[in-house]
């Protein structure tokens, strides 16, 4: 005759009762970024990166922040405006992938994840390619504000064509976001850290970072993906033309 089972305790860390640990509910706000982030992970995605010598924009960042009177930009503003200027170039990039095709959008609407204590929102900068540094500072300022405070509308998160999401805060590397469907890409931005570069056959210490680029290989292959990530490359090396661009 066989002895029954026994009764085993599933135990999680340090032997704690599993039974004991909190769980989180995968419901509102939690839930709805579990379900959108399962939805961007189905996706065939394929990343790739660059490291921008960021060296000139800082510098450009600093002198125009030390005006008297002046709107405060930091350097994601400025990422925010070389990704809208690549995205009017690279109108592929700036598209949804729905069920029927790929969707080019007529409108550059940015979204641009702000972290919470209960989750990861992205409000949404429309018309982000049309709009001046010092606009887009503000604006950037007021939606992160609003999404923090929880006085956003629903339109505020809905409509984006493209995402930007910057961990540089944090002092990591790089990273490999998850793409934010419908849209087919999205861009990654790390620390800004000194590291040596090469310059007309010199080596120099310059201020450096990492962009991760992230797409759905359905919707637009390698080579046009690393175009546009080229685009926003040069247009941050060359930040003139981010303050001159309308």
């Not at 970024?33 to 924009?57: E, H, L, T």
């Not at 009017?88 to 972290?115: F, S, Y």
């Not at 010092?134 to 629903?154: D, F, H, I, V």
């Not at 759905?216 to 685009?231: E, K, M, Q, T």
Request: charged residues 20%; proline residues 5%.
């Amino acid at each position: 005759m066989t002895a029954p089972a026994a009764s085993v305790e599933v135990t999680g860390v340090a032997g704690v009762a599993a039974a004991a640990l909190p769980v989180i509910p995968l419901k509102g706000l939690r839930g709805a970024i579990a379900r959108n982030m399962s939805r961007g992970w189905q996706a065939p995605r394929v990343a790739m990166g660059v490291d921008v010598d960021v060296a000139s924009c800082m510098a450009e960042l600093t002198l125009r922040n030390a005006r008297d009177g002046a709107e405060r930009m930091t350097f994601t503003t400025c990422v925010l405006k070389a990704v809208a200027l690549a995205l009017r170039e690279h109108e592929r990039m700036n598209a949804w992938l729905l069920d029927d095709g790929i969707q080019c959008q007529p409108g550059v609407h940015l979204g641009l994840a702000v972290a919470l204590d209960e989750g990861l929102m992205v409000p949404m900068i429309r018309d982000a390619d049309t709009k001046p540094l010092e606009e887009l500072a503000r604006e950037t300022r007021e939606l992160a504000s609003g999404a923090r405070a929880g006085k956003l509308t629903p339109k505020a998160y809905q409509g984006a064509t493209f995402t930007v999401t910057n961990l540089g805060m944090t002092g990591i590397d790089w990273f490999t976001p998850v793409l934010n469907a419908p849209q087919v890409g999205i861009l990654g931005v790390s620390s800004v850290r000194e590291q040596p570069v090469v310059r007309e056959d010199q080596v120099q210490i310059s201020a450096v970072t990492t962009l991760t680029l992230v797409f759905d290989h359905r919707a637009i292959d390698g080579y046009p993906a690393a175009l546009f990530l080229r685009s926003v490359q040069e247009h941050l090396q060359s930040p003139q033309r981010l303050w001159s661009a309308a």
